[in-house]
């Protein structure tokens, strides 16, 4: 559909309206009808591959369109596939236990997983297909109906999706609703049975607020500044070209990239040159270089400079790792290389907020402890990443921290295993879908009991007149 404009709000809830009395009146629907769905939306990703990758890089000015296959459109295939194989086994009832007198004069107790009803997906733009097209699968495999809102800074991909979704799709199932921030403030506060809403914390909090109103529950997934640890057992050579391509995949705009590395304070320069080497080895050009994505905005490379000005006046040393020694300056592509920086403190900005672009500070650490207690002294990341060789280390590094995730010895990788949970923990988020978490947080686990036919109160003393039956059962659960 197009962009609402004049009347969002009511244009939106009218939409949701329509969603929720065909999901009404359709229930119960069979597995079969989800299938379907399913079926179809993996259809649309292969089927508008290309003109989706086309639309990405069009928004971008500069992504290859091998890595939105690869990295944005295959993901979403992939949950697409993952959802499918696993259904008949999520939507199964779950025989739960009551108590064995009641048991066995037949009580019966279940839960069972069914759809709550009308979902809102909020997606970034950033990876534009498969933050959508993922939370959206899983939505579907629920039983659900929805409405999906995408981003207003990708709007060559957002009017695809409207496009093709409604190709497939009735609107009373999936919808796409396109338009700028007030649209999305309109969207996030209409009465949905389920909200997922993916970006930055601070526009996270205000969904929140909005959709509280409604008591809609939400799923939030924030990012934040996620840490990479290395270990003074870790390979530098091979710790830094994993740091590097998760740093510089989409140019640092990923929620889960390594916002900083804490390493060895006698390790520093060393890990500087192997961050120089990796980064040549991918990228010996980058102005030029589709591989290398450009910042989704002028604004962001402005932000950015901020960030590393603000850095080296309180004091940081900055070192820029460009391959080529390309004039970055008097290029109009919003590209920036990756700048280093060593020395940072609490007190600049860069440590701060989340960077989201191609900047790494170091923090340079003397014991373990003390990373672990920087770690934990600050907002739970989203992702947390250690290097090394040693396993005790790893295992201690894990228990004494709280991040969504977890990656040992790479980043990003934990978001790419379709049966773990991807979600965020206090600033990094709330909720969580992917694997079987995705199905049910998108479910109401519904209570169905079914009572013996005996009277089964009065055969136990339950039943007023309570009498001596009464007095043993609580002497021997209470002790009195």
Request: hydrophobic letters at 45%; proline letters at 5%.
């Amino acid at each position: 559909m197009t962009s609402p404009t004049s009347a969002p709000a009511e244009l939106i809830a009218a939409l949701v309206q329509r969603q929720r009395a065909s999901f009404l009146s359709a229930m119960p629907e069979a597995l079969s009808v989800r299938r379907d769905r399913l079926q179809r939306l993996r259809a649309v990703l292969q089927v508008h591959c290309s003109a989706i990758a086309e639309a990405v890089e069009a928004d971008f000015g500069t992504r290859s369109r091998d890595f939105t296959r690869l990295a944005d459109v295959l993901p979403g295939v992939s949950m697409v596939d993952y959802c499918l194989k696993n259904l008949d086994r999520w939507a199964r009832p779950e025989r739960r236990k009551t108590l064995k007198p009641l048991s066995f004069l037949g009580a019966r107790a279940e839960v069972r997983y069914e759809p709550k009803g009308v979902i809102g997906i909020v997606s970034p733009w950033n990876f534009p297909v498969v933050l959508a097209f993922a939370p959206l699968a899983q939505v579907l495999a629920a039983g659900n109906r929805a409405l999906l809102k995408p981003s207003e800074h990708t709007p060559e991909t957002s009017a695809l999706f409207a496009e093709i979704l409604a190709s497939a799709f009735a609107p009373e199932e999936v919808a796409v609703v396109t338009g700028d921030a007030e649209t999305g403030r309109a969207f996030a506060a209409q009465k949905f049975d389920h909200l997922v809403f993916t970006g930055a914390t601070a526009i996270g909090r205000e969904v929140a607020r909005a959709a509280a109103e409604n008591l809609v529950p939400v799923t939030l997934e924030l990012g934040g500044k996620s840490p990479a640890i290395v270990s003074r057992s870790a390979d530098l050579a091979h710790a830094a070209s994993r740091i590097a391509l998760g740093k510089l995949m989409n140019a640092g705009q990923v929620c889960l990239a390594p916002d900083y590395v804490l390493v060895p304070e006698e390790r520093t320069d060393e890990m500087i040159a192997a961050l120089e080497t990796a980064v040549r080895g991918m990228y010996p050009t980058m102005l030029s270089n589709d591989d290398y994505a450009a910042l989704i905005a002028d604004r962001h490379i402005g932000r950015l400079g901020a960030l590393v000005a603000d850095a080296v006046a309180k004091g940081a040393r900055a070192t820029e790792i460009n391959p080529a020694g390309e004039d970055f300056s008097a290029s109009n592509a919003a590209k920036l290389p990756l700048t280093v920086l060593r020395g940072v403190n609490d007190t600049m900005q860069v440590m701060q907020e989340e960077i989201f672009g191609p900047v790494l500070p170091l923090v340079s650490y003397r014991s373990l402890d003390e990373a672990l207690a920087y770690v934990n002294d600050h907002e739970t990341p989203l992702g947390l990443y250690w290097f090394g060789e040693d396993q005790a280390e790893a295992e201690r590094v894990v228990a004494r921290t709280r991040s969504g995730g977890v990656t040992l010895n790479d980043t990003i990788a934990h978001v790419t295993v379709d049966d773990l949970p991807f979600g965020g923990l206090g600033a990094s988020g709330m909720g969580a879908y992917h694997g079987i978490e995705g199905f049910k947080a998108f479910s109401h686990a519904r209570a169905v009991y079914r009572q013996s036919r005996h009277d089964i109160a009065r055969l136990i003393g339950l039943k007023p007149p309570y009498g001596a039956k009464l007095k043993q059962i609580l002497r021997l659960k209470l002790g009195a």
